[in-house]
């Protein structure tokens, strides 16, 4: 079988081991006589499956009991509404942090439901770094404090959480759950659209703290209600029951790699292997601001779109696939999210090496 490096932003490349698995069970899970998509998401072999999920989900994570774990159908972008929905109220404001494109999302989708402040920003300056935040900054009436965890598209992350006081803050974490320790308590919620680091596109995973249910605005639809949700095990309709499983098989995938702290490391050594390429080369220049670096996303470019297009599809006829960078920015992204292997980063190494000696 055929498989090349994918190097896309999400859907993004999954762990082979669950692939294989997934393909296995396919058409039958274990005595079943049938595909987990064909299963009632509320027959007992199902809600097994969705509990299993659940329970890894927290294992992983290290999720204590007084938060919520919620698998909604919509990826983040939901989230997006469903965030000032559950916890504005109409006598107080959200506060913003505006440091990539999907940050900027999130809080122009928030001003539907209520004030919004952005408190911080990075957005006159390309969003190539993180935007300080002192605790100074955040209005101790506000009802959450959002910031987006890592910049899928500008290639940025937080090194540190802002420090919010008795404000929730609530964190984006799409493009980099599960591939560095946090903790989960800093947190009044945590939500990741599923297709970078979790599974197949179309879900998120929202982790509420359960003292922040019971807020919601009175428009809030019901499948977007944190409470109801929570009370219903994230079956106020059909779940999207096939993703769930895939999550689960990912989830385990994660525990056999020994876990978040074990695939931190691995994820730093990726990183710095193609940032070490692009700071030693006349050819390669990195977009993002050094302290700020993401470990999923890495954002460079030539200085010349035409070379970076050449550069795409080059890599692209040896098998390492999906480098172009965003439409926004241009360039080159390599997204080297927990399932992208070592062994993709070195052959990518190997290709920009090779590049830059023929074109310099
Ligand atoms: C991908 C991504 C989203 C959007 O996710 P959807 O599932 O497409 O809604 C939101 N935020 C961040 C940080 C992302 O990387």
Known sequence: MHRVYNFAAGPATMPLPVLEKAASEFMSYGSTGMSVMEMSHRSKMYLEIYQQTECLVRKVMDIPDDYSVLFLP????????????????????????????????????????????????????????????????????ASYVHITTNNTIFGTRFTELPDTGSVPLVADASSNILSEPYDIRKFGVVYAGAQKNIGPAGMAIVIVRKDLLGRAQPCTPKILNWAKQTDADSMVNTPPTYTIYLAGLCMQWLLDQGGIEAIEKVNIEKANMLYDVIDNSKLYHGTAQREYRSRMNVTFVT?????????????????????????????????????????GVKKLVDFMKEFEAKHV
């Open 74 to 141: 919509g990826g983040a972008t939901m989230q997006f509404a469903a965030i000032p929905m559950n916890l504005l109220s109409e006598d107080q404001c959200a506060d913003y942090i505006d440091s990539g494109n999907f940050a900027h999302n999130a809080l122009e989708e928030a001003k539907k439901y209520g004030r919004v402040q952005v408190i911080a920003s990075s957005r006159d300056d390309q969003y190539t770094y993180i935007p300080e935040v002192k605790p100074s900054m955040i209005d101790p009436d």
């Open 303 to 343: 200085s010349d779109p035409e070379m970076d297009a050449v550069f795409v599809k080059e890599a692209a006829s040896n098998g390492l696939v999906n480098l172009k960078g965003h439409r926004l920015v241009g360039g080159i992204r390599a997204s080297i999210y927990n399932a992208m292997p070592v062994d």
